[in-house]
T-cell receptor, first 111, second 112 residues
Framework: DVKVTQSSRYLVKRTGEKVFLECVQD?????MFWYRQDPGLGLRLIYF???????EKGDIPEGYSVSREKKERFSLILESASTNQTSMYLC??????????FGEGSWLTVV | TQLLEQSPQFLSIQEGENLTVYCNSS?????LQWYRQEPGEGPVLLVT?????EVKKLKRLTFQFGDARKDSSLHITAAQPGDTGLYLC????????????FGKGTTLSVSS
């Protein structure tokens, strides 16, 4: 089975801290994605990557950056966390978009 | 503007009832996917529909893609408490098909 692993399920960070959310997939997928999910707003795409060192902005990239130095790893970075970035963050990977696999999610609280 | 509109937003029913949830758009899709998400977990793919008019069945779940490929429905027969969750539809973001966008989902609660 494909496994997408998000390193932290629950994090609490202070405003202004730099936050790293790590995601690793074990199926050699080219495509990887970061979404955030908020009540009433659904899943919104932050960034995606279709190859190593490649990245594309999604719908809401402001306040975030990403890094893809290795094919299996896609990191989401909050340079200076703010309270409005409190959310559930979902990483996903795929070869083709008809089969996309999600991690279990990372719950981030910024205080 | 939300590309994918899902309705209803919330649905609370008793075990054994039937239900239908909808996913609509003004755009034509090359394909559409349905996901189910349980509380505290990531979404899991249920089905992909590709052909206009296509009907797919997954046990008690029936998925239909509209003839014009602008809408889709999910029908659940004899709902069970295990069907409780958030049902999401999704499609590709752009012509290149390099990312998925999601509707806001239908939250289903089935009580016994």
């Amino acid at each position: 089975d494909v496994k997408v692993t998000q390193s932290s399920r629950y994090l609490v960070k202070r405003t202004g801290e730099k936050v790293f959310l790590e995601c690793v997939q074990d199926m050699d997928h080219e495509n990887m994605f970061w979404y955030r999910q908020d009540p009433g707003l659904g899943l919104r795409l932050i960034y995606f990557s279709y190859d190593v060192k490649m990245k594309e902005k999604g719908d809401i990239p402001e306040g975030y950056s990403v890094s893809r130095e290795k094919k299996e790893r896609f990191s989401l970075i909050l340079e200076s966390a703010s309270t409005n970035q409190t959310s559930m963050y979902l990483c996903a990977s795929s070869i083709l978009l008809d089969t996309i696999y999600f991690g279990e999610g990372s719950w981030l609280t910024v205080v | 503007t939300q590309l994918l509109e899902q309705s209803p937003q919330f649905l609370s029913i008793q075990e054994g009832e039937n239900l239908t949830v909808y996913c609509n758009s003004s755009s034509v899709f090359s394909s559409l996917q349905w996901y189910r998400q349980e509380p505290g977990e990531g979404p899991v793919l249920l089905v992909t529909v590709v052909t206009g008019g296509e009907v797919k069945k997954l046990k008690r779940l029936t998925f239909q893609f509209g003839d014009a490929r602008k809408d889709s429905s999910l029908h659940i027969t004899a709902a069970q408490p295990g069907d409780t969750g958030l049902y999401l539809c999704a499609t590709t973001l752009n012509q290149a098909g390099t990312a998925l966008i999601f509707g806001k989902g239908t939250t289903l609660s089935v009580s016994s």
